[in-house]
């Protein structure tokens, strides 16, 4: 059964009430000279894909390509909403998705998303909807580094350049944080990287989206083994 809710028409969607919606949200902005722009949006909407295989009571909405990405001003192509919008957009997407659905999971691959999607979720929980953010962690390099290079390798290898890619700030994350909240990461690095992605390979990067999927998987089941908020 087709399981993608742009696929669908709306009688058949009707007949999946039933289903999870699973909204992939992501984000458009750089990533460096090697992945391209729609790297956050990718791999939130792999994730979910690879949950709806897993679990026939999910359904996959389009994706949110648009995200919360002021931190990556003054990089050409970078397109952000900024946080009130984000904030605004997931409050008025999920209140519409529960004229139909009773659970929605937002699967959020952008960190600079947290925050508004954060406070979102708080709104609508207090609204007694039932709805999940899942934000997908690893460990080490947290921007356009080895990780997330490395998946991108795994999912679309078509669309990395790996002859541009170069070394960008490795410091830890802790360390520059102060600096990346006052002025961005133009503040810290010229290449628009955390991390080093010269090293990728999509070997790496399918071990960790099979990682990250169990992840996922374990945390939607246990939302929805328990009770309702």
Same mark, same amino acid.
């Given at each position: 059964?087709?399981?993608?809710?742009?696929?669908?028409?709306?009688?058949?969607?009707?007949?999946?009430?039933?289903?999870?919606?699973?909204?992939?949200?992501?984000?458009?902005?750089?990533?460096?000279?090697?992945?391209?722009?729609?790297?956050?949006?990718?791999?939130? $909407?792999? @994730? *979910?894909?690879?949950?709806?295989? #897993?679990? =026939?009571? &999910? %359904?996959?909405?389009? /994706?949110?390509?648009?995200?919360?990405?002021?931190?990556?001003?003054?990089?050409?192509?970078?397109?952000?909403?900024?946080?009130?919008?984000?904030?605004?957009?997931? $409050?008025? @997407? *999920?209140?519409?998705?529960?004229? #139909?659905? =009773?659970? &929605? %999971?937002?699967?959020? /691959?952008?960190?600079?998303?947290?925050?508004?999607?954060?406070?979102?979720?708080?709104?609508?929980?207090?609204?007694?909807?039932?709805?999940?953010?899942?934000?997908?962690?690893?460990?080490?390099?947290?921007?356009?580094?080895?990780?997330?290079?490395?998946?991108?390798?795994?999912?679309?290898?078509?669309?990395?350049?790996?002859?541009?890619?170069?070394?960008?700030?490795?410091?830890?994350?802790?360390?520059?944080?102060?600096?990346?909240?006052?002025?961005?990461?133009?503040?810290?690095?010229?290449?628009?990287?955390?991390?080093?992605?010269?090293?990728?390979?999509?070997?790496?990067?399918?071990?960790?989206?099979?990682?990250?999927?169990?992840?996922?998987?374990?945390?939607?089941?246990?939302?929805?083994?328990?009770?309702?908020?």
């Amino acid at each position: 059964m087709m399981a993608r809710l742009a696929e669908l028409t709306s009688p058949e969607i009707g007949l999946r009430s039933d289903a999870v919606l699973a909204i992939p949200v992501g984000s458009t902005e750089q990533h460096g000279p090697h992945l391209p722009m729609s790297t956050d949006t990718d791999i939130a $909407v792999a @994730l *979910c894909e690879r949950l709806r295989a #897993t679990r =026939d009571d &999910v %359904l996959v909405a389009p /994706a949110i390509a648009y995200g919360s990405a002021g931190e990556h001003a003054g990089f050409p192509g970078t397109l952000s909403i900024g946080q009130a919008a984000m904030e605004l957009l997931i $409050v008025e @997407l *999920c209140r519409s998705a529960f004229d #139909t659905f =009773d659970r &929605v %999971l937002l699967v959020s /691959a952008h960190g600079g998303n947290h925050e508004p999607v954060t406070r979102a979720v708080r709104l609508l929980r207090s609204e007694s909807r039932d709805v999940r953010l899942h934000c997908p962690r690893w460990e080490g390099e947290p921007h356009a580094g080895h990780p997330e290079t490395s998946m991108m390798l795994a999912l679309t290898p078509e669309h990395v350049r790996m002859d541009r890619a170069v070394p960008g700030d490795s410091r830890p994350l802790a360390e520059i944080m102060p600096m990346l909240r006052a002025g961005g990461l133009r503040a810290v690095t010229e290449t628009g990287i955390l991390g080093d992605p010269t090293g990728a390979n999509p070997e790496a990067g399918q071990r960790l989206l099979e990682t990250l999927t169990a992840a996922l998987l374990d945390d939607v089941t246990a939302w929805l083994t328990s009770a309702r908020p």
